[in-house]
């Protein structure tokens, strides 16, 4: 069983070549390729994927870039729509048994945003019984781009709709957790990502070879408008003191101890294979601060690897805080009319910006209610 992944954007263009060369088995075929395709405007980016990972004709590029604008991005993509569907359609003929996608881009451009979303949209569309597994990339809050409050806002309507399981990735969290570092690089956020991401991509004692995103997913977002996911991860020698920092990790989501969480999956990596004893299962699942109405809301897996490692994915509420916090700014500039006749050119009305904003506060709303 496998999965496509689709990497789209300077920024998930970036974080998709780290992935592949972590080899995930979910992403390697048969004769040692990857099921990937790479898609951005700008030719540059794409020239950086190595010719041995995948097959040429996986990659697209188009001319001239989409200006940071989401509106821009969709309508660029409903041009190419059928040229990059033919690419991801091949990809799945060559896979064993495809079982889904991995969609890795950013929300602040115009191409992870724009054309994110309207790939999300054409897969779903063209394949319904296979899950889509978006991990969207949130900006910082003092970004280059003007709109990209906008490009979140769109975005995030565009994905609640189609997608099964959205993993935002925040960096400003990302950043948090690598602040023992003096000067953090880009380079060091996206390693962070990938390494959050293994969650998702390593073969696991508890399930099946090359399905744990699929189980990843059925746990972590059972209630199908609950389908938001944060990931962290710690490593070292000493996996009490993995344990330790991943206890303070989850307490900074949770808001320590003023957000709820619905449900989570930890995973321990050592060289014997063993899980957590209870005392240590015991410390996580209490940091977790899970609601009371779920019987089951944590699941521990482990696997085989020389560097021992937590970590885990954790569906929380304070997700839907971050979202109404990286919306606020939109919400301001639509009021004043700022910059919306970027979006009225490609057709993005305030009609839709309307549902946008009342797309996130249900999420909001869900949420809060979920975890009363």
């Known amino acids: ?34 099921h990937a395709v790479f898609i951005d405007t700008e030719i540059k980016v794409i020239r950086r994927v190595p010719k041995q990972l995948l097959r040429s004709k996986n990659t697209f590029s188009d001319f001239p870039g989409c200006g940071g604008c989401f509106a821009k991005g ?28 991995m969609l890795v881009h950013s929300l602040s451009g115009g191409t992870g945003s724009g054309y994110g979303s309207r790939i999300t949209q054409e897969i779903k569309t063209l394949y319904p019984e296979m899950f889509v597994v978006n991990v969207a990339v949130l900006p910082f809050k003092t970004g280059e781009n003007p709109v990209q409050g906008y490009n979140v806002l769109l975005a ?67 209630v199908p408008t609950l389908k938001f996911c944060s990931l962290g991860s710690h490593h070292g020698r000493n996996m009490t003191d993995n344990i330790d920092r991943s206890v303070r990790s989850i307490k900074q989501r949770t808001g320590f101890g003023k957000f709820k969480s619905l449900s989570g999956v930890v995973l321990s990596s050592d060289s014997k294979l063993q899980l ?35 970590n885990f994915a954790l569906n929380n509420e304070r997700i839907g805080e971050s979202l109404l916090k990286e919306t606020d700014s939109a919400l301001l500039k639509f009021h004043a009319g700022a910059y919306l006749h970027w979006y009225s050119q490609y057709d993005v009305g305030r009609d839709q910006f309307d549902n946008a904003f009342k797309t996130i506060d249900k999420i909001v709303e869900d949420y809060r209610y979920s975890c009363a």
């Open 1 to 34: 069983m496998a999965c496509i992944g689709v990497f789209i954007g300077q920024c998930g263009v970036t974080v998709g070549l780290q992935i592949l060369a972590s080899n995930p088995p979910s992403l390697t075929c048969y004769d040692g390729s990857r």
């Open 276 to 310: 957590l004893d209870q005392r240590l299962e015991g410390k996580l699942s209490k940091s977790f601060n899970f609601v009371n109405w779920n019987p089951f809301p944590v699941e521990f897996w482990c696997c085989q690897n020389k560097l021992q490692s937590i």
């Open 156 to 222: 995030i309507d565009k994905l609640q709709e189609y997608s099964d399981m959205i993993v935002l990735v925040e960096n400003s969290v990302v950043s948090q957790d690598l602040a023992g570092k003096q000067k953090v690089s880009m380079t060091d956020l996206n390693e962070k990502i990938v390494s959050d991401l293994q969650t998702l991509l390593r073969n696991c004692k508890q399930v099946p070879k090359r399905c744990a995103m699929w189980e990843v997913m059925k746990i972590v977002c059972s």
């Open 74 to 101: 969709f309508s660029s993509a409903e041009r190419f729509i059928d040229k990059i569907m033919e690419k991801i359609r091949v990809e799945i003929e060559r896979s064993d048994c495809c079982m889904g996608f």
